[in-house]
């Protein structure tokens, strides 16, 4: 190796020219290659938060216990099982000895043959470490997973011989060995360990068996795929005497006998498992339909939801529900909002919170706070329909919002409100996804079966969600998901459509790291200097600089695009084409056989009520809707012109006549505020007006032949009149008609809620692989080997070296000279004390300029910062 340069390889003690079975996890990590490294950080993102100094500290958090659970609570059944199987076999166990007990002494096919797949994920997951003859299981996981009276171990074992008669008399054991027809021994640890070889000698063992009563048998298999632990009474019967008397029970307590871990293997025939699960469970298909039969009715649910959301939205739109103290709105407004939308409250309340995690509503955060439209609902409404429809279905996978907590309570038994707080569910994104992937992976128009479903998704996490309230969240946010999807229109018939497909990320598929190089102390790339633990690769790095290249994404149609606009290109087609025309009915109705277009939706919407929805939504006019256009500033003959020039039949005479009726009634009385006044030019129907029982309540009298005055507001006074069957109209001060259109009332522009996340997020490659690089150079400065130094200036293992000012200087002037890397102590202006391996370049005015290996950059440091300088031993450089 040339001057200057590092052995960037992994460093692990050699014995006999051979290298030596790693001692400690972070002897294990050290031996893995950049890649390894990365594999572990991307699986288990909160190890990098922040990034370790070094290999010793990354080993001490992968092994703390939070960390652990985060790590347990993402593995499959079958690795679970295989790290269960590993915290009760010995410790360090070889592969041999785990197999056996996934196995069984019959062996199994399909178990054999994911055993190391399984290996491999927990060794990833620094869960396990050391080779195939001495596999070690982490502490902390061990302390978890294996078997205690306060927390029974998942495989039903119980503890082994040795632990549990280690309070047990000598006598005692001896007593249980002539029982059990054994020599005496000479002490107690020889006689646990001849214990310990009977049961788990096979043909021994089973001759033991063979002689006990019928009824201890009967004892053995209720204890034996667990709990392990019984009760008994101070005079136990014969059968239960029998089995204590040989061993096969032992005391736990004064009340409680344990069946030993190693009879209890010898009965379930070597398994440490009752059903172990290699495989994970087939997604089966329930139904059969055309793919096309699939996208139409999807397509079709999708324009439903887009109707329903701007519905909801009109409804609020001169402003919704008050929003409570604690939050949300109230059981009585999703009521009466459920009403509106003809929905139960908890498909009302999905709506709601779809609206909301979109950004197109929000509270306005006035005095009187209401929920309102956000102004992105305006330029949501702008978009086309599929586009409109592809950002309600993102917001969706994205949020961590759950609806389906709705009508629930918290921890404190509260009920949980719509768009109140702790309705987030950081693990909602990741199940949506997980649940349209397993939706995906049958055939195009196939329908899975929602139970295999649920199945497959509890053996992919099996200690995910079973959380508070008592229930396994994963499974009911999938139950969830599989509703909702089909009301947004993503599913049809219970089949992933090509439009939800195409929500799905592109597979990626990691590149593998390149090795980064080390540059000389002058900084330039050292050529073939690798990375600590750098595996070979083809193509070499091409310098320090060098960024680590993305993940590769599989190529298909539409590739390049993001999944919400795949989506809406494939949706478009399968949608209505708006029409710009309606279909009059002499029986005061109208047909809109598709879809309207915007203005012609917008005014129907205030000429004519909705009577009906569905593929052609039905419009009925009526006196009141006739009035709310007029009060609106349309004219009779602005009504008749619009109703000629969009209709594909004749203007029903009917129709015509109930226009003018109504436009001939309209405005002949005039309210204004007094506190409100009418005037008519007819005094005769002013008369009608004040002999009319009805009009009591707004308390008239006479002021003139033609104005009559009122206590009531002009408001009360226009309803009161409009209920008694006149058509008046509200005039200004100045006598001029006031025209009325409903007042949108919009929030300030919000942000969309931004999602809760489950744990860190998964670190992208770029920041994995500098991750990598600062993890390796810190490693470097605490392991390098140093000379050995003066008995008068040795320091212990971790301490910052000491020298003298003027050895300092001498010691980085001749490194600077000759190239050489060196091993300093240095403390910051903050006063933070680190350790580093530079290889100095020059040295003058007090400060030396060197080659930072540990920051992996070009960096100047102030001499009298320096605590001591040391040089690397011979071997290192």
Not at 239 to 260: E, N, Q
Request: hydrophobic fraction near 45%; include cysteine; proline fraction near 9%.
């Amino acid at each position: 190796m040339g001057t200057g340069e590092l052995d960037r390889e992994a460093h692990v003690p050699e014995v006999n020219g051979g290298t030596a079975a790693p001692r400690t996890l972070a002897e294990a990590l050290r031996a893995r290659g950049d890649e390894g490294l990365a594999t572990l950080l991307r699986a288990r993102p909160d190890l990098l938060a922040p990034v370790p100094n070094d290999l010793t500290q990354l080993a001490t958090r992968a092994g703390t216990r939070a960390s652990v659970v985060r790590a347990l609570e993402r593995l499959d059944r079958f690795a679970l099982q295989t790290a269960e199987a590993l915290a009760v076999a010995p410790d360090p166990a070889p592969l041999s000895v785990l197999r056996a007990l996934m196995a069984g002494d019959d062996g199994d096919a399909d178990i054999e043959a994911a055993l190391p797949r399984a290996l491999d994920v927990l060794r990833d997951q620094a869960l396990v470490w050391g080779d195939d003859e001495r596999l070690r299981l982490v502490r902390t996981a061990r302390e978890l997973l294996a078997p205690s009276p306060q927390h029974p171990s998942p495989t039903g074992l119980g503890p082994t011989v040795a632990e549990a008669t280690a309070g047990m008399s000598p006598g005692r054991v001896q007593e249980i060995l002539a029982a059990a027809g054994l020599p005496p021994t000479h002490d107690a640890v020889s006689a646990v360990s001849a214990l310990t070889e009977l049961f788990t000698d096979r043909e021994r063992m089973g001759t033991l068996l063979d002689s006990a009563p019928v009824e201890a048998l009967g004892v053995l298999d209720r204890l034996v795929w667990g709990p392990p632990y019984g009760e008994v009474t101070p005079n136990p019967a014969p059968p239960v005497r029998w089995l204590r008397d040989r061993g096969l029970l032992l005391p736990a307590t004064p009340r409680t006998v344990v069946l030993p871990r190693e009879a209890a293997l010898h009965l379930r025939a070597g398994r440490a498992h009752r059903t172990p699960e290699p495989l994970p469970p087939e997604i089966t298909a329930a139904r059969e339909h055309r793919p096309q039969v699939v996208d139409n009715t999807a397509a079709g649910q999708a324009y439903t939801a887009l109707a329903t959301v701007e519905e909801l939205l009109k409804e609020w739109n001169e402003g919704g529900p008050a929003v409570l103290r604690a939050g949300g709105m109230s059981v009585r407004d999703l009521k009466r909002t459920a009403a509106a939308l003809d929905v139960t409250e908890q498909t009302a309340a999905f709506w709601i919170e779809l609206a909301y995690a979109a950004g197109l509503l929000a509270s306005d955060g006035e005095a009187d706070e209401r929920f309102a439209p956000t102004p992105a609902y305006d330029e949501w409404l702008a978009l086309p329909a599929a586009e409109r429809w592809s950002l309600l279905a993102t917001a969706w996978l994205a949020a961590t919002r759950t609806s389906g907590l709705v009508g629930g309570q918290d921890s404190k038994g509260r009920t949980l409100a719509v768009l109140g707080p702790d309705l987030d569910r950081g693990a909602a994104p990741e199940v949506r996804l997980r649940v349209l992937t397993l939706l995906a992976s049958p055939a195009p128009g196939s329908a899975p079966d929602a139970d295999a479903l649920i199945a497959r998704l509890r053996w992919e996490r099996p200690l995910r969600g079973a959380a508070a309230q008592g229930a396994d969240l994963r499974v009911r946010l999938a139950t969830w998901t599989l509703t909702e999807a089909e009301l947004l229109g993503v599913t049809g018939r219970g089949a992933l459509s090509s439009h939800g497909r195409a929500l799905l990320p592109e597979t990626p598929r990691p590149a593998p790291l390149r090795p980064a190089t080390v540059p000389s102390p002058a900084g330039a790339p050292a050529s073939g200097t690798q990375a600590p633990g750098a595996q070979a690769s083809g193509a070499q790095a091409s310098g320090a600089g060098d960024r680590l290249p993305l993940h590769g994404r599989a190529r298909g149609p539409l590739a390049g695009e993001n999944p919400g606009a795949r989506a809406a290109a494939l949706l478009a087609p399968l949608l209505p084409e708006p029409v710009d025309h309606v279909l009059l009915q002499a029986d005061l109705t109208a047909v809109a056989p598709g879809p309207l277009r915007r203005p012609l939706a917008d005014m129907l919407s205030v000429l004519a009520d909705i009577e009906s929805k569905g593929g052609a939504t039905v419009y009925r006019f009526t006196p009141a809707s006739v009035r709310r256009a007029l009060d609106s500033g349309q004219a009779a003959s602005d009504l008749h012109a619009f109703l000629t020039a969009h209709s594909r039949t004749p203007v029903p005479q009917p129709l015509a006549y109930l226009i003018d009726d109504v436009a001939r009634k309209h405005g002949h009385l005039r309210v204004g505020a007094a506190s409100a006044y009418v005037r008519c030019d007819d005094e005769t129907l002013l008369g009608e007006i004040l002999a009319d029982k009805r009009s009591a309540s707004l308390r008239l009298r006479r002021l003139a032949p033609t104005v009559l005055a009122a206590q009531a507001d002009p408001a009360t006074l226009l309803e009161g009149l409009r209920s008694m069957g006149f058509a008046p109209a509200a005039e200004s001060v100045e006598g001029d008609v006031l025209i009325t259109r409903a007042h949108a009332r919009r929030t300030p522009r919000r942000t969309a809620p931004a999602p809760v996340p489950d744990g860190p997020p998964t670190p992208d490659e770029t920041l994995l692989g500098a991750a990598v690089k600062a993890i390796r150079a810190g490693d470097l400065a605490t392991t390098v080997v140093r000379k050995e130094e003066p008995s008068s200036r040795s320091t212990a293992d971790g301490e910052l070296p000491r020298t003298s000012p003027a050895e300092t200087l001498a010691t980085v002037q001749a490194a600077a000279m000759t190239g050489s890397v060196v091993w300093i102590g240095y403390v910051n202006a903050e006063g933070t004390a680190s350790q580093r391996v530079i290889a100095p370049v020059r040295v003058e005015g007090g400060f030396v300029t060197a080659y930072d290996h540990t920051a992996d950059e070009v960096r100047t440091y102030p001499l009298h910062r320096i605590t001591g300088v040391a040089e690397l031993a011979d071997d290192a450089v």
